[in-house]
């Protein structure tokens, strides 16, 4: 499928749906490293029905399907992404199915943003989720990439995830039949997550906002919150530390073009203004030949690089 097929068949199915449709769209609008070019389509379903029928339609006509969160994890190429980027920041929505003295299940919409989700269990006294304090994001991007931090992942919290398949069909998957790794949750490529149910133990609301503002306190001692990033480049290896690898290395403060290695903490590269994606490439290649050189470490991304090469 190429923008040309988009333009004539597509668009005016896509015109008949309950869905927010832009065409050759800047993906640097929406991703927190303000990098990426244009995609054929960016779609906004604003329904389970008009999702299904993209899905479908896309399988139909061999249309790539990339779903896209809050953009804070990738890095998109220059030239944008073949297809359509589906994003489902319309699904936004948190209930609660049931609830005891104990504990609370909460169903969450993949698009309700990962940081509302926190500050909603703290106000609610419910415990679990304080260790992702901090990740921006939506709950659909965290679950896709297992998210987490201070010895806390979000797996840790889910009872079942609903996806949506290339037919889209629903299915709900619990949590055991999910191959959830370290940032890796083994979700089906073009499959999209609608939401997951998570289960929460109850705690004094003040001790959970309290505890979650202390982590949020120690993320902003030790990572460029405010810059424009895409979080941790790389994973940890086994036994190690991605920043403390590239920082001893000498990387910190290395740049190309844009695009430099932070100075508060190694793993996170910075888009001072005016990056791009192939800065930023060139700039993996140059820290992950230095660390290997210096450690002997073969770092491997923890970012996702999607879009055309
Ligand atoms: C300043 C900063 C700090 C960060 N700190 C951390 C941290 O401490 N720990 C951590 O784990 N991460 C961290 N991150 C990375 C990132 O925020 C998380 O990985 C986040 O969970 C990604 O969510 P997103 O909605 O932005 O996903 P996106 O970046 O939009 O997408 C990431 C991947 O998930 C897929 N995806 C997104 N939504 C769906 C969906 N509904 N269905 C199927 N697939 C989907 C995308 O296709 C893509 O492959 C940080 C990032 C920044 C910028």
């Known amino acids: 499928m190429t923008a040309g097929m988009v333009d004539k068949g597509f668009k005016e199915f896509l015109s008949t749906l309950d869905a927010d449709v832009r065409f050759d769209e800047q993906m640097k609008d929406h991703t927190y490293l303000a990098i990426g ?21 896309a399988k139909e006509t061999g249309m790539p399907v990339f779903p896209i969160g809050g953009g804070t994890n990738i890095l998109v190429s220059d030239m944008g992404i073949e297809g ?8 936004n929505e948190v209930r609660t199915l049931s609830e005891d003295s104990d504990s609370a299940s909460l169903y969450v919409d993949a698009g309700f943003p990962l940081m509302r989700l926190l500050r909603h269990a703290a106000e609610k006294g419910l415990t679990g989720t ?19 931090a201070f010895d806390c992942e979000i797996k840790d919290v889910i009872v079942n995830v609903s996806l949506m ?5 629903i299915r709900k998957l619990p949590k055991d039949e999910i191959n959830f790794d ?11 997550i609608l939401g997951a149910e998570f289960s929460l133990a109850k705690d004094d609301p003040e001790a959970v906002s309290k505890r979650m503002q ?24 086994e036994g190690g530390f991605a920043g403390k690898l590239i920082d001893e290395a000498g990387c910190k403060g290395m740049r190309v073009g844009g695009i430099e ?14 990056g791009t994606a192939t800065d930023y490439m060139s700039l993996m290649l140059k820290v992950v030949s230095k660390v290997r050189t210096t450690s002997g470490a073969v770092l491997e991304p923890e970012i996702r690089v999607v879009g055309r090469c």
């Open 214 to 237: 202390e982590f949020i306190d120690e993320k902003k001692s030790r990572q460029p919150l405010g810059e424009r990033s895409a979080g941790c480049v790389y994973k940890n290896p």
């Open 37 to 57: 070019g244009p995609a054929d389509v960016f779609i906004t379903p604003r329904s389970v029905a008009s999702l299904s029928s993209v899905l479908k339609a």
């Open 130 to 148: 304080e260790g992702l304090a901090g990740i921006p994001g939506q709950v659909g991007g965290a679950v896709a990439g297992n998210a987490g």
């Open 182 to 192: 370290y940032r890796y949750a083994g979700i089906p490529q073009g499959e999209i």
């Open 261 to 274: 290695v932070s100075a508060l903490h190694a793993n996170f590269f910075i888009n001072t203004g005016g």
């Open 165 to 169: 398949n290339k037919d889209g069909n």
């Open 84 to 91: 359509a980027a589906v994003s489902m920041a319309a699904f």
